[in-house]
């Protein structure tokens, strides 16, 4: 079956660096996506990993490696307004086309102290 | 650029009434949309797939008749919740993506309340 594993709940302290892991265990791989969602309103896109490695944005960074099934977003400079919560997603291989729908994790409420 | 409009934001019913959620692709061509639920303090759930000239592909457990959707255009797409009860009451999102591989944006949401 299709299943991504992240953690429930972070906490951080302004300034710092969090790492925010992600496994996923599905029947393909067809790229992987880190959103932001604060309260009250929808997802914005953060990144997206479709091959092995690093892609830095910023203060965000997205890392993947698809053998282990493994990804994680990297918050750099944490600020307060990065209190939210990061939803990992993999985008199911099936069916073929633009029709593929993104199988989502339960998402890591991340809380940013002063 | 892969701006998603959604519209109303919010909207206030009486239970027994229909309701129509507007979600548009501005500024690229979408012939898939995804509509989403999600409740307080729970995760996203995919309702029903939505392409542009079909019949709206829905997930395990959700309604086509009750939740009607109709994608008549490569920019439009709407969802109607009909004859809505209080249950209905939730945060309904759309969200597309526009060529292949490309992420999916999300619409700001509909607060949707059923009195």
């Known amino acids: 079956g299709q299943n991504i594993d992240q953690p429930t709940e972070m906490t951080a302290t302004e300034g710092a660096i969090v790492q925010i892991n992600c496994t996923y265990q599905?029947?393909?791989?067809?790229?992987l996506f880190w959103y932001q969602q604060h309260a009250g309103e929808a997802p914005t896109f953060l990144s997206y990993?479709?091959l092995d490695g690093l892609e830095e944005k910023g203060r965000f960074s997205s890392f993947l490696s698809r053998s282990k099934g493994y990804s994680y977003l990297l918050l750099k400079e944490l600020q307060m307004k990065d209190s939210a919560s990061y939803l990992c997603?993999?985008?199911?291989?099936?069916?073929?086309?633009?029709?593929?729908?993104?199988?989502w994790g339960l998402g890591t409420s991340l809380a940013v102290n002063p | 650029g892969a701006v998603v409009s959604q519209h109303p934001s919010r909207v206030i019913c009486k239970s027994g009434t229909s309701v129509k959620i507007e979600c548009r692709s501005l500024d690229f061509q979408a012939t898939t949309m995804f509509w989403y639920r999600q409740f307080p303090k729970q995760s996203l759930m995919l309702m029903a797939t939505?392409?542009?000239?079909?019949?709206?592909?829905?997930e395990q457990g959700v309604e086509k008749d009750k939740f009607l959707i109709n994608h008549a255009s490569l920019t439009l797409s709407t969802l109607t919740v009909t004859s809505a009860h209080p249950e209905d009451s939730s945060f309904y999102i759309c969200?597309?993506?526009?060529?292949?591989?490309?992420?999916?944006?999300f619409g700001n949401g509909t607060r949707l309340t059923v009195t």
């Open positions: 997603a993999v985008r199911d291989p099936l069916p073929a086309g633009n029709n593929r729908k993104l199988i």
């Open positions: 939505s392409n542009e000239g079909s019949k709206a592909t829905y």
């Open positions: 990993n479709v």
């Open positions: 599905t029947s393909g791989f067809n790229g």
């Open positions: 969200s597309a993506s526009g060529k292949i591989g490309s992420p999916l944006h």
